[in-house]
């Protein structure tokens, strides 16, 4: 079934476009050449991170993301790029395995390792929408980690995956090197529509 308030349809990079008030929004697998588009998204969300967790800058001004390269040559993990109305506007990192629970092998739960988009595009039902498209392409349970100091992607978080898994999604408080976060975990279960697989 196709996510609230917009209808799905595959594009040629085997990417999801949906349709919402907004305009088209694509959710897009990132090839290795799309790597440069996603270090300088990378740099976007760590300066809005760092608001709330210790990053530094290295010697070249970046703040960098050593693990960004596994994302083609580990098959537990995938990127993916947002573009909306033909623009970037984000990114997804999803990785099998907890950060936190130690859940790994082919049990594994599916983990939101990074997501982000940019300002311009936020507070328009636009993560949630990419946020489902990614949950819906990886079904299994799922764990989202948040700072508890970041108090609006908190919010984005409980809104998000309730609406997705229909019933509220209460985090659990955990700690790690020393820094409060919310745990959410959740189940995507797998669901057809459109009659096409992701």
Not at 116 to 130: D, K, L, P
Request: aromatic share 12%; proline share 6%.
């Amino acid at each position: 079934m196709p996510p609230i308030g917009g209808t799905n349809t595959h594009n040629e990079n085997r990417g999801i476009r949906t349709m919402t008030q907004h305009g088209e929004t694509a959710v897009i697998p990132a090839a290795p050449e799309h790597a440069p588009i996603l270090a300088n998204l990378l740099e976007l969300y760590a300066h809005d991170f760092s608001e709330f967790h210790n990053l530094d800058i290295g010697e070249d001004g970046r703040f960098g993301y050593p693990s960004l390269p596994l994302y083609w040559s580990d098959p537990d993990r995938h990127p993916f790029l947002l573009r909306i109305e033909g623009k970037w506007a984000g990114l997804v990192l999803v990785k099998k395995g907890s950060e936190v629970s130690g859940s790994f092998g082919k049990d594994a739960v599916w983990d939101m390792a990074e997501f982000f988009v940019v300002r311009g595009c936020r507070r328009r039902g636009i993560g949630t929408q990419a946020a489902h498209e990614v949950w819906r392409r990886f079904p299994g349970m799922w764990e989202v980690r948040v700072m508890q100091a970041n108090v609006s992607a908190q919010q984005f978080w409980a809104g998000a995956i309730s609406i997705f898994t229909g019933e509220a999604v209460q985090p659990v408080a955990i700690d790690k090197a020393g820094e409060r976060w919310s745990l959410f975990s959740f189940e995507s279960k797998r669901v057809a529509w459109n009659n096409e697989s992701l």
